[in-house]
């Protein structure tokens, strides 16, 4: 429920609220600073300052305490605090029919300048300055012109913005009146073609007959960012961003990117290894580095058998945390998450999923066809828990996650609130497949020459890419690799094929990538996680948990569609450093083969290269991990 209160109706109760929203959205689509049109108003969402809840209310809690430590840790680092006992919330929720003041999420009216309806007038009026005022009876705000009549208003389609979130009006006695002095007493009007067309409208200023055509606001600079964050109040103003404002149309779809962290809930690797530090620490406690551990495994078998499977510096972090007293070791969300999944047990005919269970997952026996070259294994999860959280969100240009799907929150990042110490968070239950690739195939793979040139190539888009970012290339994120562009084209051609059979459309499909090693991680992971799930409901149907078991008639299926494209040999040819194209982290992929939904893609259909993943047209059959058809 959305509230904008207007008092009481005549019969003393509340008002209705001005609009609703799902929960789920919420923390997504419509969080807290996103702008929404309503059917009389443009709103923003209030911070989480504004939300309201009844008193006593517990069902909104989330529980997941590893996306606890996970999020606390990144908002330690930048002097904020994330509330030990009640960190997750869901939405509050709403009644229509019995609305109160105590419940709901309060709305700001956004932007304040609106555009006379009359077409002899089309004058442009600030909410205060021309004294507008909503009609008793239909609540749209109304302008009395100078010939006389009083019309509708409705806002104005433009406000200005930056990279990092802050949002402002759009001053436009100055963008008509750009040299010093201006005009003394302003009076503006919208005018515009017949059809709207952007390159058709311009402000005028009736006072002293000055125009300006409305695309000369993205022809010149506006100035350093005024740090406005009308969300949080008309006095939270963020004076040291020195970001450059650009103007932005209201409803267009980067005006709002939010940053959400998500985790599975499954059983911790980070409590795996606690347990198996714990077995043998008689013989480990005093290991200091690497060389020390590589004798103790020689030397102990019991070791041996202990850590296997576990890299060095995960060893060693653990070591470390034990022997100052640490009874936890947190990894990241991602590596975590990945032994559970990649060391499933093999199923077993007749056994189900526990009715209690988060999160029940089992290796699919390779019989009667042996598993595709370069495979290691298909996995069914029958039953999963996924928790999503916001942590901030961007406008203009979408802030990038590094392969574990977490935020550099002190970077490129909008606040939620002013004083909240949790955040908004949704449960989704549903289920998924998991595939996983071998390792060994991986790494020689990722040793051929055509890979490499590849890579180089592929690295040059992404380094134009990052010369255009403007603030934010002080800061840019890494380079991912071949191995994540590997994992995510073939996450969409499977996805698209998997929808064709599953009894979920493709949107409904998400997908989730385990890449390592990379940058900053030593262990090892080529894994793609498919899932589909619903906020609020008890899970799903298993439609897409049992096309694990025809995961190889997928892959030949996307061998069939990657391939070949409908736009080869376009693009089979695409330089990702062609700067004319706008796809600088792009290979071969376009809209013809691999791109899916944006709502199911992690990187907003980026990152993907066909030609890494099976023979395209004018690549070496080399360059492909899959080369035949199996």
Same mark, same amino acid.
């Given at each position: 429920?959305?509230?904008?209160?207007?008092?009481?109706?005549?019969?003393?109760?509340?008002?209705?609220?001005?609009?609703?929203?799902?929960?789920?959205?919420?923390?997504?689509?419509?969080?807290?600073?996103?702008?929404?049109?309503?059917?009389?108003?443009?709103?923003?969402?209030?911070?989480?300052?504004?939300?309201?809840?009844?008193?006593?209310?517990?069902?909104?809690?989330?529980?997941?305490?590893?996306?606890?430590?996970?999020?606390?840790?990144?908002?330690?680092?930048?002097?904020?605090?994330?509330?030990?006992?009640?960190?997750?919330?869901?939405?509050?929720?709403?009644?229509?029919?019995?609305?109160?003041?105590?419940?709901?999420?309060?709305?700001?009216?956004?932007?304040?300048?609106?555009?006379?309806?009359?077409?002899?007038?089309?004058?442009?009026?600030?909410?205060?300055?021309?004294?507008?005022?909503?009609?008793?009876?239909?609540?749209?705000?109304?302008?009395?012109?100078? &010939?006389?009549?009083?019309?509708?208003?409705?806002?104005?389609?433009?406000?200005?913005?930056?990279?990092?979130?802050?949002?402002?009006?759009?001053?436009?006695?100055?963008?008509?009146?750009?040299?010093?002095?201006?005009?003394?007493?302003?009076?503006?009007?919208?005018?515009?073609?017949?059809?709207?067309?952007?390159?058709?409208?311009?402000?005028?200023? &009736?006072?002293?007959?000055?125009?300006?055509?409305?695309?000369?606001?993205?022809?010149?600079?506006?100035?350093?960012?005024?740090?406005?964050?009308?969300?949080?109040?008309?006095?939270?103003?963020?004076?040291?961003?020195?970001?450059?404002?650009?103007?932005?149309?209201?409803?267009?779809?980067?005006?709002?990117?939010?940053?959400?962290?998500?985790?599975?809930?499954?059983?911790?690797?980070?409590?795996?290894?606690?347990?198996?530090?714990?077995?043998?620490?008689?013989?480990?406690?005093?290991?200091?580095?690497?060389?020390?551990?590589?004798?103790?495994?020689? &030397?102990?078998?019991?070791?041996?058998?202990?850590?296997?499977?576990?890299?060095?510096?995960?060893?060693?972090?653990?070591?470390?945390?034990?022997?100052?007293?640490?009874?936890?070791?947190?990894?990241?969300?991602?590596?975590?998450?990945?032994?559970?999944?990649?060391?499933?047990?093999?199923?077993?005919?007749?056994?189900?999923?526990?009715?209690?269970?988060?999160?029940?997952?089992?290796?699919?026996?390779?019989?009667?066809?042996?598993?595709?070259?370069?495979?290691?294994?298909?996995?069914?999860?029958?039953?999963?828990?996924?928790?999503?959280?916001?942590?901030?969100?961007?406008?203009? =240009?979408?802030?990038?996650?590094?392969?574990?799907?977490?935020?550099?929150?002190?970077?490129?990042?909008?606040?939620?609130?002013?004083?909240?110490?949790?955040?908004?968070?949704?449960?989704?239950?549903?289920?998924?497949?998991?595939? =996983?690739?071998?390792?060994?195939?991986?790494?020689?793979?990722?040793?051929?020459? =055509?890979?490499?040139?590849?890579?180089?190539?592929?690295?040059?888009?992404?380094?134009?890419?990052?010369?255009?970012?403007?603030?934010?290339?002080?800061?840019?994120?890494?380079?991912?690799?071949?191995?994540?562009?590997?994992?995510?084209?073939?996450?969409?051609?499977?996805?698209?094929?998997?929808?064709?059979?599953?009894?979920?459309?493709?949107?409904?499909?998400?997908?989730?990538?385990?890449?390592?090693?990379?940058?900053?991680?030593?262990?090892?992971?080529?894994?793609?996680?498919?899932?589909?799930?619903?906020?609020?409901?008890?899970?799903?149907?298993?439609?897409?948990?049992?096309?694990?078991?025809?995961?190889?008639?997928?892959?030949?299926?996307?061998?069939?569609?990657?391939?070949?494209?409908?736009?080869?040999?376009?693009?089979?040819?695409?330089?990702?450093?062609?700067?004319?194209?706008?796809?600088?982290?792009?290979?071969?992929?376009?809209?013809?083969?691999?791109?899916?939904?944006?709502?199911?893609?992690?990187?907003?259909?980026?990152?993907?290269?066909?030609?890494?993943?099976?023979?395209?047209?004018?690549?070496?059959?080399?360059?492909?991990?899959?080369?035949?058809?199996?």
């Amino acid at each position: 429920m959305m509230n904008r209160w207007k008092g009481k109706s005549r019969g003393g109760a509340p008002m209705p609220p001005d609009g609703t929203i799902r929960q789920s959205q919420l923390v997504t689509t419509f969080g807290p600073g996103a702008m929404v049109d309503l059917v009389n108003y443009a709103v923003l969402i209030g911070g989480l300052d504004t939300w309201r809840y009844e008193k006593g209310d517990d069902e909104h809690a989330v529980h997941e305490r590893r996306l606890q430590g996970v999020i606390a840790g990144r908002l330690g680092a930048i002097g904020r605090e994330l509330s030990a006992e009640n960190p997750f919330r869901t939405p509050p929720f709403g009644d229509d029919r019995a609305p109160s003041r105590q419940q709901g999420i309060a709305a700001l009216e956004f932007p304040r300048w609106f555009v006379c309806q009359n077409p002899s007038c089309r004058a442009l009026v600030h909410q205060a300055k021309h004294d507008l005022q909503p009609h008793p009876k239909t609540k749209k705000y109304q302008h009395r012109c100078e &010939k006389g009549g009083v019309w509708n208003c409705v806002p104005v389609r433009f406000v200005m913005a930056c990279a990092r979130g802050h949002m402002d009006d759009v001053h436009w006695p100055s963008f008509v009146h750009p040299s010093p002095g201006g005009c003394s007493t302003p009076a503006l009007r919208w005018v515009e073609g017949a059809v709207g067309n952007f390159e058709d409208i311009a402000v005028r200023c &009736k006072t002293c007959g000055n125009s300006v055509p409305l695309r000369n606001a993205w022809n010149r600079p506006y100035g350093t960012c005024t740090g406005a964050r009308p969300w949080l109040g008309s006095d939270a103003k963020e004076s040291s961003c020195q970001a450059q404002m650009r103007p932005l149309v209201r409803t267009a779809s980067n005006s709002y990117f939010p940053q959400l962290v998500s985790v599975v809930s499954i059983p911790e690797a980070a409590d795996d290894l606690t347990q198996r530090l714990g077995a043998v620490w008689n013989r480990i406690q005093e290991v200091t580095d690497a060389s020390d551990l590589a004798y103790q495994r020689k &030397k102990s078998s019991e070791v041996r058998a202990a850590l296997e499977g576990w890299s060095d510096d995960a060893i060693l972090e653990g070591i470390g945390k034990k022997r100052a007293g640490d009874s936890e070791i947190r990894l990241p969300i991602r590596t975590a998450e990945y032994p559970s999944l990649a060391r499933a047990a093999e199923e077993t005919a007749g056994e189900i999923a526990p009715p209690d269970a988060p999160f029940f997952a089992r290796r699919i026996r390779p019989a009667p066809d042996p598993l595709p070259p370069g495979v290691a294994q298909f996995v069914t999860v029958s039953k999963m828990r996924e928790v999503v959280t916001q942590v901030g969100f961007t406008r203009l =240009e979408p802030a990038t996650a590094d392969v574990q799907g977490e935020y550099d929150l002190g970077v490129h990042t909008a606040s939620l609130s002013l004083q909240a110490d949790w955040l908004p968070a949704y449960e989704i239950r549903g289920e998924g497949i998991f595939l =996983e690739l071998k390792e060994s195939a991986v790494a020689t793979w990722l040793k051929r020459p =055509e890979v490499t040139r590849r890579v180089e190539q592929l690295r040059r888009g992404y380094n134009a890419w990052v010369s255009d970012l403007g603030p934010a290339k002080d800061n840019p994120p890494p380079f991912l690799g071949a191995r994540y562009y590997l994992l995510h084209t073939l996450s969409h051609l499977l996805m698209t094929s998997i929808s064709l059979e599953c009894g979920y459309p493709a949107s409904a499909l998400r997908e989730r990538i385990y890449c390592g090693p990379s940058e900053g991680d030593a262990t090892p992971m080529a894994g793609i996680l498919l899932s589909t799930g619903t906020a609020g409901t008890g899970g799903t149907l298993g439609g897409l948990a049992e096309q694990a078991r025809h995961l190889g008639a997928h892959l030949q299926r996307a061998w069939d569609a990657g391939t070949l494209c409908s736009n080869d040999p376009i693009c089979a040819a695409h330089d990702p450093a062609d700067n004319l194209t706008d796809r600088l982290l792009e290979g071969a992929a376009c809209h013809g083969c691999v791109y899916v939904a944006e709502c199911s893609c992690e990187r907003f259909n980026r990152y993907m290269d066909r030609a890494l993943v099976f023979p395209a047209l004018g690549h070496p059959a080399e360059l492909a991990f899959f080369q035949t058809r199996s």
